[in-house]
């Protein structure tokens, strides 16, 4: 088991940037594909990035590949969300998911352990 906790959102304009970070507790999150979500009001939740246990590999949805960027600190049992040249359509809540020995897409794209959630609103 594994607890995560999402930091990092805010409310920026078009054009900003952002860091969203997931940091989680217990000594095993090196054995944790991770990835990142987001829910739309009035959406579902949808993938958004994603990286394997091993650092690599990292998947992105089509929406936000070149804009964002996944990385992982297994040091310091983060992983981050560099989210560039954001856009409105961004706004939305963003969650991390965690998925032992994840690596391939199905297996980060479908986590075991969710976060609670960072808030992101993008202005126009």
């Given at each position: 088991?594994?607890?995560?906790?999402?930091?990092?959102?805010?409310?920026?304009?078009?054009?900003?940037?952002?860091?969203?970070?997931?940091?989680?507790?217990?000594?095993?999150?090196?054995?944790y594909g991770m990835g990142w979500?987001?829910?739309?009001?009035?959406?579902?939740?949808?993938?958004?990035?994603?990286?394997?246990?091993?650092?690599?590999?990292?998947?992105?949805?089509?929406?936000?590949?070149?804009?964002?960027?996944?990385?992982r600190d297994n040091a310091k049992?983060?992983?981050?969300?560099?989210?560039?040249?954001?856009?409105?359509?961004?706004?939305?809540?963003?969650?991390c998911g965690a998925s032992a020995?994840?690596?391939?897409?199905?297996?980060?794209?479908?986590?075991?352990?969710?976060?609670?959630?960072?808030?992101?609103?993008?202005?126009?």
């Amino acid at each position: 088991q594994v607890q995560l906790e999402e930091s990092g959102g805010g409310l920026v304009q078009a054009g900003d940037s952002l860091r969203l970070s997931c940091t989680a507790d217990g000594k095993f999150f090196s054995t944790y594909g991770m990835g990142w979500f987001r829910q739309a009001p009035g959406e579902e939740r949808e993938f958004v990035a994603g990286i394997g246990w091993k650092k690599s590999p990292t998947y992105y949805s089509d929406s936000v590949k070149g804009r964002f960027t996944i990385s992982r600190d297994n040091a310091k049992n983060t992983v981050s969300l560099q989210m560039n040249n954001l856009k409105p359509e961004d706004t939305g809540d963003y969650y991390c998911g965690a998925s032992a020995w994840g690596e391939t897409y199905t297996a980060v794209a479908n986590p075991s352990f969710w976060g609670q959630g960072t808030q992101v609103t993008v202005s126009s």
